[in-house]
Nanobody
Framework: QVQLVESGGGLVQAGGSLRLSCAAS????????MGWYRQAPGKQRELVAG?????????NYADSVKGRFTISTDNAKNTVYLQMNSLKPEDTAVYYC???????????????WGQGTQVTVSS
């Protein structure tokens, strides 16, 4: 079964906005981190934004998206979002949702990936 399903990608003009959603299946148990990665052609996959699934968790962002992207979670819906504003052509990539179970020592015990959603920003 597909355990992470992304949606919300598409084509947008530079300066526009998109909101990505990632819904986690009930089969994913006890995850405590969710994040968004992206991979552009010829580039390595990079962490765009991540947040712990816990009260008071502070998100972290890649420097390239700080001030433009916002990650948030809806724990009741087992969903994580990525609000992307002021999009730039260099944001063009396949965006992947990731869910992790980490130990108290921040060791990744389990990791799940979505299939990816294409984001294309035209200039």
């Amino acid at each position: 079964q597909v355990q992470l399903v992304e949606s919300g990608g598409g084509l947008v003009q530079a300066g526009g906005s998109l909101r990505l959603s990632c819904a986690a299946s009930r089969s994913i148990f006890s995850i405590n981190f969710m994040g968004w990665y992206r991979q552009a052609p010829g580039k390595q996959r990079e962490l765009v934004a991540g947040i712990g699934i816990t009260a008071g968790a502070t998100p972290n962002y890649a420097d390239s998206v700080k001030g433009r992207f916002t990650i948030s979670t809806d724990n009741a819906k087992n969903t994580v979002y990525l609000q992307m504003n002021s999009l730039k052509p260099e944001d063009t990539a396949v965006y992947y949702c990731n869910a992790q179970l980490r130990s108290l020592d921040s060791i990744i015990l389990r990791s799940y990936w979505g299939q990816g959603t294409q984001v294309t920003v035209s200039s």
